[in-house]
């Protein structure tokens, strides 16, 4: 009797309990029916059959009775129920990308006079799957559910979970497939427009809808200028020292102007690049990346090394020298063709990081635009060379810079010569590999500048200067030495079938988009993915390196429309379902803190 009495206790607590929250929530209660009753759900293929290794769409329908509406999938408020469709994995077909519908405002009674995002009367949601070139000819069932809650102006009922089954007819890779439902997938194209599949490409697009054209601009020459400290812009300096440094003109303002002319020969190049790049499709630079491109770079910068020695000195031809007005010293439109050359040097660096801007451009479909766009990011990148072109070019007239700056040019032959094995040796081995270069370089160079090198032996406090360089150099190419023994996040090769275990398992996947000849891909596979927390973060992820050294081959092809990859790195992440986190995607080197958050976006 004693615990029958305990018991009634509880159970008249939780009645008075319940009645108590029923009172209060009274306006947004839940009915006891389902939200299956007010909505209805069916499915739509894009083509009347699938061949294998090809992509398609599914339009997944929900109809919502009339005066009844079901929240956004992304709602406004953290604890209402969002629409979500959820497919089962299944073998051989990847979900590549999922399409909400743009919800609309809508103010209910219960809300309090809040607007809330919800979906009204018929709403499609479109789904990209891509069937595997290893599928059979044959019918497949994909199933899974929507996820909804329905709401009138008073009520709201019970989420249901609305069954789908969606019948695809798989035939061979000849056969070409019909679109049908076209009525249905003429939506599509406006909720793709709408959609980011790159976070990127909204910050570009911030920049110009909310704060205008001119201060749109003002903030690419800022991030021309961050593009400095991308490693391969690096022989920018060398060279440009080299070649103003060379020089003896005695006008200091007509140093400056020449300065300026340079760094407008830099624009030029990359607003040229820019704009064919947004004409073509293709990534910016990418043709630059090519191995036997950069060999070619290679040898021009061990030519420029050889002049910095004294072996020689690199002048433009008395015959066009003349014509240009040159003089003594190089004319304005010699300085203005060698900054379009040295641009070239910094294309297979700053490419990724503004694939961004690449699309946004492409879409606008405005050439001036573009070059605007392009000339004023430019200017941004070549803006420390207007200083260090200025400063180089009066070098030779500072009082007793004779010892010393013969040791200088030394100091960037070394740098150049450098630099320039490393461009020779890609075309041979990996980049990887040939990133053991410059630990090699600096050990070597710190010996030869702070310790064999001959000018300035009578000058103690000089000698002191080199021999301080030169330990510094050692140091510094044992540090990096040591960095390149770190350990490194694993990877397991790409593969279809690895793709839909982890679906299966309910694994996020991690695809590192590489190639052999690419140096930004090196920066993260030695300075990101070295680092501990993201090797931690990283060991809950599937981790897949998908190789594009062969960019045009048709695979490399397949695989970059599928993941809809325009250059390289790229690193895509898919959710636990096999769906891309499209906000997580990252396109060019990021650092570790930056690519952690990209990390986290996957299991938010």
């Not at 599914?58 to 469709?85: F, K, Q």
């Not at 190049?269 to 090519?290: C, D, K, N, P, R």
């Not at 250059?567 to 990021?590: K, S």
């Amino acid at each position: 009797m004693k615990y029958m009495s305990k018991g009634l206790y509880s159970m008249l607590l939780l009645m008075a309990a319940g009645l108590f929250l029923g009172a209060l929530f009274q306006p947004a209660t839940a009915q006891l029916r389902g939200s299956n009753d007010k909505v209805t759900v069916s499915s739509y293929l894009s083509v009347d059959q699938v061949p294998v290794g090809s992509s398609f769409y599914i339009a997944i329908v929900l109809d919502i009775e009339d005066s009844w509406h079901i929240n956004a999938h992304r709602p406004t408020l953290d604890y209402l129920i969002g629409t979500e469709v959820s497919m089962d994995p299944t073998d051989g077909f990847i979900i590549s990308n999922l399409y909400y519908p743009e919800p609309h405002y809508y103010e209910f009674a219960f809300a309090g006079g809040e607007e809330l995002l919800v979906y009204e009367g018929r709403t499609p949601v479109f789904l990209e799957v891509r069937a595997s070139s290893q599928l059979e000819p044959g019918t497949y069932i994909m199933e899974g559910y929507a996820r909804v809650q329905a709401c009138d102006d008073q009520n709201c009922l019970a989420p249901s979970n609305l069954p789908l089954s969606i019948e695809i007819r798989v035939s061979d890779a000849e056969k070409s497939a019909r679109k049908v439902n076209e009525h249905i997938f003429s939506e599509l194209e406006d909720i793709e427009e709408g959609a980011s599949t790159d976070a990127e490409q909204s910050e570009i697009e911030r920049l110009f809808q909310e704060g205008g054209f001119i201060w749109a601009l003002i903030a690419l020459f800022f991030i021309g200028l961050a593009l400095n400290l991308t490693p391969c812009v690096y022989p920018m300096m060398s060279v440009t020292v080299s070649l103003f440094g060379a020089q003896n003109d005695p006008n200091m303002f007509r140093v400056f102007l020449k300065a300026v002319v340079y760094v407008l020969g830099i624009a030029t190049m990359y607003s040229t690049l820019g704009v064919l790049a947004s004409f073509s499709g293709e990534l910016f630079g990418s043709w630059l990346q090519h191995p036997w491109v950069l060999a070619g770079i290679g040898l021009l910068l061990f030519a420029l090394a050889l002049s910095m020695f004294g072996l020689y000195e690199i002048q433009i031809p008395y015959w066009l020298s003349s014509k240009l007005g040159s003089g003594q010293s190089t004319g304005f439109i010699g300085t203005w063709l060698s900054g379009l050359v040295v641009g070239i040097f910094a294309a297979p660096c700053i490419g990724p990081p503004i694939i961004a801007l690449l699309a946004f451009i492409g879409a606008q479909g405005d050439p001036l635009l573009g070059f605007w766009t392009f000339f004023v990011l430019s200017l941004g990148l070549g803006f420390p060379y207007l200083i260090l072109g200025t400063f180089s070019g009066l070098m030779p007239k500072m009082p007793k810079s004779g010892v010393w700056m013969i040791w200088v040019k030394k100091v960037f032959g070394v740098v150049l010569v450098a630099l320039a094995l490393f461009y020779l040796a890609m075309p041979f081995i990996p980049v990887s590999q040939a990133y053991w270069v410059i630990p090699i370089a600096l050990i070597i160079g710190g010996v030869y500048l702070g310790f064999l090198e001959s000018s300035g032996k009578g000058t103690p406090v000089f000698s002191k200067i080199k021999m301080g360089f030169g330990i510094l150099s050692i140091l510094i190419g044992v540090l990096v030495y040591n960095n390149l023994q770190k350990e490194q996040m694993t990877w397991e090769m790409y593969s279809e079938e690895r793709i839909q275990e982890a679906a299966l398992e309910g694994q996020p996947v991690m695809l590192d988009f590489y190639a052999d000849w690419c140096i930004p891909c090196l920066e993260l596979e030695r300075i990101t993915f070295t680092h501990q927390d993201v090797i931690e973060k990283g060991d809950q992820f599937v981790r897949l390196k998908v190789d594009l050294t062969h960019f045009d081959s048709p695979e490399s092809e397949e695989i970059r429309r599928a993941y809809n990859v325009a250059g390289v790195p790229t690193i895509v992440f898919l959710d636990e379902n096999g769906r891309e986190v499209t906000e997580a995607r990252v396109v060019g080197f990021l650092g570790a803190d930056e690519f952690l958050k990209r990390m986290a976006l996957v299991f938010d």
